[in-house]
């Protein structure tokens, strides 16, 4: 249910749920909802290499692999599918030779890395707790 749009104002509401801008604004909230998923997964392993002075090859991963990330997201397999072309359309992620998947140029020019890493770590304390 989460993945449903909620009008902003009583205006927005008259407007038909099979509008395709707000088939695109759900769209867009899922796929930037994957963004700490995908920096976590191909950006973060190689900042912390960095900040322990380690040298990292690129960090890659499936096509399934992703997709199996990003359930836990976005339920719908098409819907996910979508979410991962616009990822790809917009370069945050890219396909290299081989077909794995790698960071994009947004995903490292656009995410605040200190930002996401503190997130992440209160997410992570919050999750924690509630086991």
């Not at 096509?63 to 990003?70: I, T």
């Not at 819907?79 to 370069?91: E, F, K, S, T, V």
């Not at 947004?106 to 200190?114: G, N």
């Amino acid at each position: 249910m989460s993945n449903l749009y909620t009008p902003d104002c009583s205006a927005e509401a008259a407007v038909s749920k099979d509008s395709i801008l707000l088939q695109m604004t759900s769209l867009y909230r899922q796929t930037n909802r994957c963004l700490p998923i995908v920096w976590s997964r191909l950006v973060l392993p190689i900042l912390k290499a960095r900040m322990k002075d380690k040298t990292v090859q690129r960090v890659t991963c499936s096509e399934q692999e992703l997709d199996d990330e990003l359930k836990t997201v976005i339920h719908d397999p098409v819907a996910r599918l979508a979410a991962m072309r616009l990822l790809q359309r917009y370069d945050y992620i890219r396909v290299s030779p081989g077909g794995r998947w790698t960071a994009g140029t947004r995903l490292w020019q656009e995410v605040d890395a200190r930002r996401m890493m503190e997130a992440l770590a209160g997410q992570q304390a919050t999750d924690g707790r509630a086991h």
